[in-house]
């Protein structure tokens, strides 16, 4: 998983945070237990997890940002953080009945060998919940309008269906569920694509600094045309016509659940 955090981390809790809907989402898809064991994988600054452990269970946390993990230590004490690689953990095998990656699978470097560290810390029978965005989602935001060598940079970051499905069988991780969320006006966590109904937002420059692909793939020259023509179009309308094209069934971002099978 690349420690880019460590340079674009400052002041993500400016935008970012636990939103409701996905907290709620998270908690029932693990079937979360008061007296469960959980890990967050990639945590970031902690934002689910402090939120999580409100809901119930122990929760154990890391990122491979040493920064990230310095803020989400502030939020609450009772979470173990760890600063660890997601392809080789400490942790005991069998320890946690689930675990969960909220937007961080596209910064892993080996998703198989990633996988199979998960199956090995949870216990049989356990569930991996994934919180993620797809390269045919994001080929549907309407940001490919205004930022289109942005967003063909991140889509070919991020691992489609049938490579997660693959690298999780090779893990014993069998795909159980996948399950669409729809960006909604009331969106809390200001991610990627949280301003889809919202593009003002993205005129917002500490919106932006939140977001790791405006601050990793889009070039200067490309975010000022792409602003000053966002802005054009907020002012006259026209950005109902663009939205427009882009609409999707397929929903914006998805939970897949997946179980572990066996032993490994």
């Known amino acids: 998983m690349s420690a880019i955090y460590n340079e674009i981390g400052t002041g993500y809790d400016a935008t970012r945070r636990a939103d409701p809907d996905i907290l709620n989402r998270l908690a029932n898809l693990i079937a979360l237990q008061k007296d469960g064991l959980y890990l967050d994988v990639g945590c970031g600054t902690g934002n689910y997890t402090a939120e999580l452990l409100k809901l119930g269970g122990a929760w154990k946390a890391f990122?491979?940002?040493?920064?990230?993990?310095?803020?989400?230590?502030?939020?609450?004490?009772?979470?173990?953080?760890?600063?660890l690689d997601v392809a080789k953990t400490s942790y005991a095998s069998a320890s946690f009945h689930a675990v969960i990656c909220s937007l961080a699978i596209?910064?892993?470097?080996n998703l198989p060998d990633a996988f199979k560290e998960v199956s090995r810390v949870m216990v049989a029978s356990g569930r991996f919940v994934i919180f993620t965005s797809t390269p045919e989602q994001m080929k549907s935001y309407w940001l490919n309008h205004y930022f289109p060598i942005m967003l063909e940079r991140s889509i070919v970051q991020m691992p489609s269906i049938d490579k997660i499905q693959t690298a999780l069988n090779n893990a014993n991780l069998t795909l159980v569920k996948t399950q669409p969320f729809f960006v909604s006006a009331e969106l809390k966590d200001l991610f990627l694509?949280?301003?889809?109904?919202?593009?003002?937002?993205?005129?917002s420059e500490s919106v932006r600094a939140g977001i790791s692909s405006f601050r990793?793939?889009?070039?200067?020259?490309?975010?000022?045309?792409?602003?000053?023509?966002?802005?054009?179009?907020?002012?006259?309308?026209?950005?109902?016509?663009?939205?427009?094209?882009?609409q999707t069934s397929a929903g914006d971002y998805c939970f897949l659940v997946a179980q572990k099978t066996a032993s490994i």
């Open 193 to 203: 694509y949280s301003g889809k109904q919202r593009p003002e937002m993205y005129l």
């Open 63 to 83: 990122d491979q940002s040493e920064l990230m993990i310095e803020q989400a230590k502030q939020k609450n004490a009772e979470i173990e953080w760890d600063v």
């Open 106 to 109: 596209h910064h892993f470097q």
């Open 216 to 246: 990793n793939f889009c070039s200067d020259a490309e975010l000022q045309a792409g602003l000053s023509q966002l802005a054009a179009d907020i002012e006259t309308g026209n950005i109902k016509r663009i939205m427009g094209k882009y």
